[in-house]
């Protein structure tokens, strides 16, 4: 497997700690993962988002991760997923300078998840989307959801406590293509027990090369 690389980007609040997961061979895209909720534990090295980032690379994306403002060595301080959007579009842009001419992807687990869907409903750089325990049992507003048309993934625990796979069914039926669901039997929202099962989903849908359809 490639090289990592870890470094600090410029963020708009200060300094970003990332690492970066280069692929073996042919880069065929550019990723960026977005972590949980930094209050509550989120961090770049949580085990969901490592998996999704290894699932990535394995399909020869190079992959970074990054730790929200005030977390780890990143300077800031949280600002409730304002801020935090500005940081995922930092992230998208170093990407953008590394990689140029290669499709740009972005995801995240929980909190990171909210924060890659709502950039990625603005932010044009971003050609397919993916969302990991998306937790709207704990949001207000979904309806920019409605918005986006670029190709997304979302992975959810039939037993997600901030969303299960009932409700997440009918989040995500009415949405406009293309949009693909896969809701993990018997998985919480850490898909504790069922990370294989993640990092399988994750890879099956970079082999479509979704970003293709954007």
């Not at 690389?5 to 980007?9: K, P």
């Not at 082999?207 to 954007?214: I, S, Y």
């Given at each position: 497997?490639?090289a990592n690389?870890?470094?600090?980007?410029a963020g708009?609040a200060?300094?970003?700690?990332?690492?970066?997961?280069?692929?073996?061979?042919?880069?065929?895209?550019?990723a960026?993962?977005?972590?949980?909720?930094?209050?509550?534990?989120?961090?770049?090295?949580?085990?969901?988002?490592f998996?999704?980032?290894?699932?990535?690379?394995e399909?020869g994306?190079?992959v970074?991760?990054?730790?929200?403002?005030?977390?780890?060595?990143?300077?800031g301080?949280?600002?409730?997923?304002?801020?935090?959007?500005?940081?995922a579009r930092?992230?998208?842009?170093?990407?953008?300078?590394?990689?140029?001419?290669?499709?740009?992807?972005?995801?995240?687990?929980?909190?990171?998840?909210?924060?890659?869907?709502?950039?990625?409903?603005?932010?044009?750089?971003a050609?397919?989307?993916f969302?990991l325990?998306?937790?709207f049992?704990?949001?207000?507003?979904?309806?920019?959801?409605?918005t986006l048309?670029?190709?997304r993934?979302?992975?959810q625990?039939?037993?997600?406590?901030?969303?299960?796979?009932?409700?997440?069914?009918?989040l995500v039926?009415?949405?406009p293509?293309?949009k693909?669901l896969?809701?993990i039997?018997?998985?919480?929202?850490?898909?504790?027990?069922?990370?294989?099962?993640?990092?399988?989903?994750?890879?099956?849908?970079a082999?479509?090369?979704?970003?293709?359809?954007?």
């Open positions: 497997m490639g690389e870890s470094f600090d980007l708009p200060g300094r970003l700690e990332a690492l970066l997961m280069q692929p073996e061979g042919e880069t065929v895209g550019a960026v993962v977005c972590h949980a909720h930094p209050l509550h534990g989120g961090m770049m090295h949580f085990k969901v988002v998996r999704a980032a290894k699932a990535l690379q399909q994306l190079a970074l991760r990054f730790n929200f403002r005030g977390v780890g060595r990143s300077e301080v949280h600002d409730e997923g304002r801020g935090e959007q500005d940081d930092a992230a998208l842009v170093e990407m953008e300078k590394r990689f140029p001419g290669r499709p740009l992807v972005l995801g995240g687990f929980s909190f990171g998840a909210n924060t890659a869907l709502r950039v990625g409903a603005a932010e044009p750089r050609r397919a989307l969302a325990g998306f937790p049992r704990l949001m207000t507003d979904v309806g920019f959801l409605a048309r670029t190709p993934l979302f992975v625990g039939e037993n997600d406590e901030f969303g299960g796979g009932e409700k997440i069914r009918a039926e009415p949405l293509e293309p693909k896969v809701v039997p018997g998985s919480d929202h850490f898909f504790n027990g069922h990370l294989e099962a993640l990092q399988s989903e994750v890879a099956t849908w082999v479509t090369r979704p970003w293709a359809a954007a």
